[in-house]
């Protein structure tokens, strides 16, 4: 106890006493030094020095005896315009003991509030080399042995132009001790700084980040060499450790470091990271523990850049999204970066393997490349699962919902970076590997579909995807797919690449009124057909079942093309309505409002009832399923064409259909009512017959229908003519008069006129129905009656050849080539028609041989008036 009080006695009374002797000397020998020193710097230093009023004091720098230079401003050693230094006060300090004794050794300078602007310039000239050597100066008793240098509040900036290097620090504190005089020495180093900027060819390192720093280095002047011993720079209470050693040599410096930093937080080396490749990082936060060793070896100079080697690891490791539940947890890698052999960005590759992560409960592997900097080129692999939960959740897409399954994967991907950040660029991207999905589901909104059960395997080759074993259902409908998807990322994310597929679809039971069924269509809906001319597919389709409201059909088959923006199929079957169907057909949607719809359907043994039920009776309503029966057998051709929005151009409509109906049957059809009606018969309400064929045709908005003749139970006729799409008729019908007379109709045609006989001498009745097909107009055919007549007026003047070769032969007495009798034409009528009817009795040819000749030519030449 009396020791520690001794000691303190002493060192006050040493203290006194130094103190006193200060202010005697400063008192005493003020203007003596001020003038010496002064003379003493000019000679010894490089640069000249402006200040204000000088003064000695030994109070702020005790226990040095200090020269005090307010408002100081040194020029640079270049003559650069920008002064190397420009501070409040600048402080000399001498070794006190020695003062007393005559000798000045400036041994410390102490710089406050201001700038020091160290520089080097283009030619490898710094502005800075203020000292002259001791060899150079004169000898006296002052002498520079510069040992420690102290910075408080100074703006620090260096600036090499060879290496485009800037940096700017603010220095609240630093100490430098080392002897500065000799050509070899040692510098310690601690600060607290405040590093503003440090740029680098444009790109700036370090921005606003506070630094401690502690470092020991070794200074060579002789051969300018600068050795880091030991310590760093804690940043952001991250520790940089830094050794080895930097040169300079002509117009650059030779470079040989090491720069490491152990269980750093990788979220605060995020901050460090030069803004722009922090850009890379925006909306995403990481945690974790990184490691990292730099080596840093070669010349570096305004041609040249050294090479460089970063070897690092990261331990339990997350990765995050901002604003979404995307997570990489526990991650775990380790990485390494070279600058190649030519040190520099194009040779430059990152390495980081052994990835090793969680997202979600599944495990995540794989491995990053990137190469060439210039234009980074990514390679990549990744092997793991995901739940299609967890991926919904990073797209946050509200139209999927009620997600289930798993995806499993095992892809390598390759592309160029500015590739994967461009949606339009994306399809130059190649991958390859496999994508395993396992009983995924899921819902849309706004849809009563449910997806469930999906399983099925993508095979990738480049851009190129092979489907296998794709199989689930949609709601009620089944499907299972296998093929190949060529070109499938260009055609995704392009706007000119073309997809090409070529695939079997199978399926037991597809209903399209599920699939096709949109909860938001209203009633008016319209429908759009788009072929896009970037899919070239060829598909093999079989079904089991389908069906689409009231349609229905089995056993389908058939074979899809789409090229050109053009759908073709060449051997579609099915099965439907009894019978069975064949078709081929091309949709041609080059133009899309102008879509042209060719087929050649051939159908056989339909049943008719159904055909018109399941077709919802070709959306009119004028003949019906409640109208027929019968099975139908028919050859369809037809050319249409079509808006976007399947409106059809029905006066471009053309077609052809040959059509055999057996056993067929017409009920209640309104046209056949209607003759009924005008006929006063009630037979044709339900009509059977065998077999009806024809040819019809369609046309100009026309359905034109050749003659034909209808053999039924109820009558016999023959009909043509043509049935408009407004469902106006024009029908020339004949009807036997017998067949009339037969069906009570006789009161009906007692006193008609336009009735002719047909080849078999039996009277026809021709008629016209016109109008609406639901309530037509009928009225006599004279133009058919006077076509026939012309017809028949041929074959009569044939016979009267005859006729006057046998009045001749009879005037000379001559016989006539057939002896027998000729019996006369008779048509027994009922009493109530008319005797006078244009088809008059013929008499015996005996009494009058011109009289019948003479009749049908005066009615010949009546229609023609």
Sequence with gaps: MQLAKNIVVWGLLTFLVLFVAGLGFVKLHEDEVKNMVLEQLNEQLNTEIKAGEISLTIFEQFPYVSLKLPNVVAKSTNDDEVPLLKVEDLFFNFNLLEAIQGKYTLTEVSIRNGELNLAIDGNGTPNYLILKKVSDSIKTSFTINLENLVLENIRLTYKDEQLKQDFLFDIEQANFKGRFTNLEYDIDLKSNTRIEHFKIDKINYITEQQAAIHARFHVNDKDKT???????????????????????VYKGHFIDISINSHEANVQTLNGLLPQDYRSYLEGTTSEGILSF?????????????????????????????EGQSFNLDNMNFTGKFENGDNHSLSTSTLKIEQINTKFGDKSITG???IRDFSNPQIESTLNGSITMEKLLEYFEDPAILNTIGTLNFNLRTQGLLKDFKSKTSLGNIKIDGELNIEVVGFEMQNSSLVFNNINGQFIFNGNDVAVLGLKGNISNSDFSLDGNFKNVLPFLFSADATLILDAK???????????????????????????????????YVECDQMKFRNFKARNISGNFVVERQQLATENLEFSSMDGKYFLKGNIDATDPDNIII?????????DINQLFYQCENFGQGVMTDNNLKGKVTSDISLYSTWTSDLSSKLDEVIATCDIIIDDGE???????????????????KNIKFSTLENALEIKDQKIYIPEMEVRTNAINLKISGYHTFDNKVNYNLQIKLS??????????????????????GKATLYLVMTGDAEDPDFRYDKKSVKDKLKKDFKKERMELGSVFRDEINKLLNKPTVDNKEVKPVEIEWNESIDTTSTMDSVKDQNDEPFKNFKQKLKEFDD???
């Design 739 to 760: 067949e009339i007379l037969s069906k009570k109709a006789k009161n009906k045609f007692k006193d008609i006129g336009e009735i002719e006989k047909d080849e078999g």
């Design 505 to 539: 679809v199978r399926a037991k039971k597809i209903d399209l009124n599920e699939l096709l069924l949109d909860d938001k269509m209203s009633s008016d809906t319209l429908y759009n057909i788009t072929i896009t001319p970037k899919l070239n597919c060829n598909i």
């Design 863 to 865: 229609d023609d008036e």
């Design 293 to 321: 060793e730099m080596e840093i070896k070669g010349n570096l100079s305004r041609e040249k850049d050294p090479s460089v080697n970063i070897t690092f690891t990261m331990k339990d490791g997350t990765i995050s999204i």
């Design 226 to 248: 600068y050795q880091f011993r030991e310590g760093g720079v804690n940043i952001q209470n991250v520790q940089f450790d830094i050794t080895g050693i930097v040169k300079r």
């Design 598 to 606: 060719t087929t050649n359907a051939f159908c056989k043994e339909v």
């Design 666 to 684: 017409l009920i209640n059809f309104e046209p056949m009512m209607a003759l009924s009606k005008y006929l006063n018969i009630s037979d044709l």
């Design 367 to 369: 491995n990053l490349m």
